[in-house]
T-cell receptor, first 115, second 114 residues
């Protein structure tokens, strides 16, 4: 059973388009995250949701909008895609706010290429 | 804010060599510390963790000790294998307001030659 899954795995699109990436976890976790990993492997947190409520919203263009329909899903919608949005996007989940338990489980990533 | 600093890579070693990847951190609170590993084409996986000073996390022959006095969490392995080739991320989780904020280092690429 896949713990954290993302779709699609690869996404190639043109500048100006709108696209979505979906994430689902079956671990029963109540906190989910989106990260962006650039070409140099630098991993930066974008958003975090706890029980469908936004709790972390780093400095990210408002073209990026997360949506959490329920605790098991956190989708990422991106409007007006730009070349600089090309990266690998990782979804992750964790259990609660306790420091011991905030080790995260990561999805396999979605490689977004904007042409 | 919090930050994690890792040695720059790539680190290139021969099989059975000793590995050290340095990691230091700054944090406003008392963070938990983690090492994650990312194999090519995959997501990150937790390798080991430590939650308080002097704790030693260990897994698959890797070890790291939480050193509060030097704010460090260096990763070590006595004898690396080709299969250890991956990118290693040091991370912390620190309380900020009502949430625990995860912060990652920039990753260190390890290449192990036969």
């Amino acid at each position: 059973d896949t713990a954290v899954s993302q779709t699609p795995k690869y996404l190639v699109t043109q500048m100006g388009n709108d696209k979505s990436i979906k994430c689902e976890q079956n671990l029963g976790h109540d906190t989910m995250y989106w990260y962006k990993q650039d070409s140099k492997k630098f991993l930066k947190i974008m958003f975090s949701y706890n029980n469908k409520e936004l709790i972390i919203n780093e400095t990210v263009p408002n073209r990026f909008s997360p949506k959490s329909p329920d605790k098991a899903h956190l989708n990422l919608h991106i409007n007006s895609l730009e070349l600089g949005d090309s990266a690998v996007y990782f979804c992750a989940s964790s259990h609660g706010f306790d420091g011991v338990r905030t080790m995260q489980y990561f999805g396999p990533g979605t490689r977004l290429t904007v042409t | 804010g919090d930050s994690v600093t890792q040695m720059e890579g790539p680190v290139t070693l021969s099989e059975e060599a000793f590995l050290t990847i340095n990691c230091t951190y700054t944090a406003t609170g008392y963070p938990s510390l983690f090492w994650y590993v990312q194999y090519p084409g995959e997501g990150l996986q937790l390798l080991l963790k430590a939650t308080k000073a002097d704790d030693k996390g260990s897994n698959k022959g890797f070890e790291a000790t939480y050193r509060k006095e030097t704010t460090s969490f260096h990763l070590e392995k006595g004898s690396v294998q080709v299969s250890d080739s991956a990118v290693y991320f040091c991370a912390l989780s620190d309380r900020s307001g009502g949430s625990y904020i995860p912060t990652f280092g920039r990753g260190t690429s390890l290449i192990v030659h036969p």
